[in-house]
């Protein structure tokens, strides 16, 4: 099916998968505060709110507002960095390499020298691209050409390695897959959703990850073949996160509790999944005792939608 997405549609989208991002980043958030345990989650039993919201969502909320101001079909990348700059807090659970790049960029270095310094030269493999992704993947759910592309460019703003794009790509396409589905009423079969997303990504350990996912069908042969985010990185997270987004995609809370329960780096592989599965359940799929005991988004974001 082929269909064109007028602007508010878009947005629409977009904002859902923020929703559903965010909310599966400060449950997530939960389970590294002592005391919290993923059995609970599994027994239905909730972390007392408000439940704070980290860096993963922080950023996305600047992707949001950035595209919001942008052409429809193009990012543009010096607002979408200005704004990460001004915006970062860092006791929000940023890295280490995150801060010093945001403070530069703050400073007024150009993003594109910030990125490419990071990590001695290298640029960054990190998961920081990937876990801001899913809105811009819905906001181009009917090209994915178009996600492949400006998933990547939105990478690129902080994470100069093939690895960390290509994380960025992953998550872009695996969400505009999912919005798309919700749109023309035709899921894929997570098989089917994992290759399709492979097939945007570059050749590297991200796009192997995703492979080996198509044959997995079990979650903890999947945690440990590949990997939950103990490193931060692209590779040893986004392959798992597309994983459970692909095998619940109609199921906000399973697909959030399978990240949970998992372990690793918690937060961002639940705002990864939640915010592709969101794009495909709208709002309406998450749970509105979760949404209400999420931190309230940032009064700048909303102000941007309705401006």
């Known amino acids: 099916m082929t269909f064109t997405l007028f602007p508010d549609a878009r947005l629409a989208l977009a904002t859902d998968s923020l929703a559903g991002l965010s909310v599966g980043d400060a449950l997530g958030a939960q389970y590294f505060v002592p005391g919290h345990h993923a059995a609970d989650l599994t027994r239905g039993h909730l972390p007392t709110p408000p439940w704070p919201w980290t860096d993963d969502t922080e950023e996305a909320c600047c992707l949001v507002t950035a595209l919001t101001a942008s052409d429809e079909l193009s990012l543009d990348r010096d607002h979408f960095a200005d704004l990460l700059g001004r915006h970062f807090d860092a006791y929000r659970g940023y890295g280490p390499g995150a801060v010093v790049m945001l403070r530069q960029i703050r400073e007024g270095t150009p993003w594109p020298i910030a990125a490419a310094a990071a990590f001695d030269g290298q640029g960054s493999a990190g998961n920081g691209a990937a876990m801001r992704a899913a809105p811009i993947g819905a906001w181009h759910a009917d090209s994915l050409a178009h996600a492949a592309a400006q998933g990547a460019r939105a990478a690129e703003v902080t994470h100069a390695h093939p690895e960390g794009i290509a994380g960025g790509v992953a998550v872009t396409v695996a969400a505009a897959i999912a919005a798309?589905?919700?749109?023309?009423?035709?899921?894929?079969?997570?098989?089917?959703?994992?290759?399709a997303v492979a097939g945007w990504v570059a050749p590297g350990h991200v796009q192997d990850g995703l492979h080996r996912a198509q044959r997995?069908?079990?979650?903890?042969?999947?945690?440990?073949?590949?990997?939950?985010g103990s490193r931060s990185t692209a590779q040893d997270s986004v392959p798992f996160a597309v994983w459970v987004a692909a095998r619940h995609l109609g199921d906000y809370p399973a697909a959030i509790t399978a990240c949970v329960t998992a372990?690793?780096?918690?937060?961002?592989?639940?705002?990864?999944?939640?915010?592709?599965?969101?794009?495909?359940t709208g709002?309406?799929?998450?749970?509105?005792a979760w949404l209400a005991a999420r931190e309230e988004l940032p009064d700048w974001v909303t102000a941007s939608r309705e401006a």
């Open 180 to 195: 798309a589905a919700r749109l023309d009423g035709h899921p894929p079969e997570p098989a089917q959703f994992l290759a």
């Open 216 to 228: 997995i069908t079990d979650a903890a042969e999947a945690a440990y073949e590949l990997g939950t």
């Open 263 to 280: 372990g690793g780096d918690v937060d961002t592989t639940a705002a990864m999944a939640g915010g592709i599965v969101a794009a495909y």
């Open 283 to 288: 709002v309406e799929g998450i749970p509105a």
